[in-house]
């Protein structure tokens, strides 16, 4: 993990979430009424935006107390994570309504821009991120065919 993570996860007193942990904090966010905030930084590798989110993420967090817990996911993760948070850019903050994605933000960000983005996903009619289609086969048999 880079010492800019590090330093995030110690100042800012985020948990360090990977797909086992993910259930468990995203589920805990729930039972507060609050949505999640999660960081998925591309470890700072050839990303200079990722110091920057590094740096708004904890004021964001201090912005929407109330209704948003932020969370780091862990370096090795990410890649397995992207395709369920629909994160495919680093870095990227995903705003999470119970276990689904509501709304991904990647890059770096006006202050306004992000506060603006942010209101529309806490909103409880914006709609969530679906999944990927995949073909659907439907198999009937009949007796006597």
Not at 62 to 74: E, P, T, W, Y
Request: charged letters at 25%.
């Amino acid at each position: 993990m880079s010492p800019l993570l590090r330093r995030l996860i110690e100042r800012a007193r985020l948990p360090l979430v990977d797909e086992l942990s993910l259930e468990a904090f995203l589920d805990g966010v729930s039972k507060e009424r609050a949505q999640a905030l999660l960081f998925l930084s591309g470890d700072g590798a050839n990303r200079p935006e990722t110091g920057d989110v590094a740096v708004v993420l904890p004021e964001l967090l201090s912005h929407f107390s109330d209704r948003l817990r932020g969370a780091v996911i862990a370096p090795e993760a990410e890649e397995r994570l992207r395709p369920r948070l629909h994160a495919y850019v680093s870095p990227s903050l995903v705003v999470m309504r119970g276990r689904v994605p509501v709304g991904v933000m990647p890059k770096i960000w006006d202050w306004a821009d992000y506060i603006a983005k942010i209101e529309g996903f806490l909103d409880p009619c914006a709609p969530v991120l679906a999944g990927p289609k995949r073909p659907q086969v439907e198999i009937s048999f009949r007796a006597g065919a």
